[in-house]
């Protein structure tokens, strides 16, 4: 498959990069800076590009986002841009207790609103616009950086409370957001990758 890679120089993004070439993808990878993706591959092409401006993204890929940011607005032109570029499809990773999910995450979800405040909304919008545009938005818990590990994805109707103390490392993220790529379970829909 070809697969672009949004924030492919950040930590979710390069797990993305670096699974999918793995996987034998061919893997167009995007970032502000390229020369931050720390990989060589012949399967990979590495492009600087920034979501607050049109990408270039071919018809046929498919597009994962690893894109996360501490400034509200990020996310949702992130979104829109992806969309008007008009992939074969868009994965996405957003944040559980946020938006759709914000019911099925119970209590946890209000502690979000103490750390996030303004870019939840962002989040949300993001989300949204995705999910409008047939694709499948992951709601991840709290991310780690710890070594993959076997798996599983649900859906909002087997969500679990959010338990922030319960962490998923982005590799089990990353394996899952390919996972869909390779065989969609939840497109239009809101999928939750957990810890096996």
């Known amino acids: 498959m070809h697969l672009t890679i949004l924030a492919a120089s950040g930590r979710t993004g390069f797990a993305l990069t670096r699974q999918?070439?793995?996987?034998?993808?061919v893997v167009t990878a995007i970032?502000?800076?390229?020369?931050?993706?720390?990989?060589d591959h012949p399967n990979l092409r590495?492009?600087?590009?920034?979501?607050s401006t049109p990408l270039s993204i071919d018809a046929d890929s498919v597009v994962l986002s690893g894109l996360g940011t501490d400034?509200?607005?990020?996310?949702?032109?992130?979104?829109?841009?992806v969309v008007a570029a008009g992939p074969r499809r868009i994965i996405w990773l957003g944040a559980y207790g946020t938006g759709?999910?914000?019911?099925?995450?119970?209590?946890g979800a209000a502690v979000l609103w103490k750390v996030m405040g303004?870019?939840?909304?962002d989040k949300i919008a993001a989300d949204d616009t995705v999910l409008a545009a047939g694709g499948t938005v992951f709601h991840a818990g709290v991310l780690s950086d710890e070594p993959g590990s076997p798996g599983r994805t649900v859906g909002l109707d087997d969500a679990p409370p959010f338990d922030l103390t319960?962490?998923?490392s982005r590799e089990t993220v990353a394996a899952a957001m390919l996972d869909e790529a390779e065989n969609p379970r939840f497109p239009g829909a809101v999928a939750l990758p957990l810890p096996g």
Do not use: F
């Open 71 to 81: 400034r509200a607005g990020v996310l949702l032109d992130g979104a829109k841009a």
């Open 166 to 168: 319960a962490k998923v």
């Open 46 to 51: 590495k492009v600087a590009g920034d979501v």
């Open 100 to 107: 759709a999910s914000a019911d099925a995450a119970g209590e």
């Open 31 to 39: 970032a502000r800076d390229p020369s931050r993706i720390t990989l």
């Open 20 to 25: 999918a070439l793995e996987r034998g993808h």
């Open 118 to 121: 303004d870019r939840i909304p």
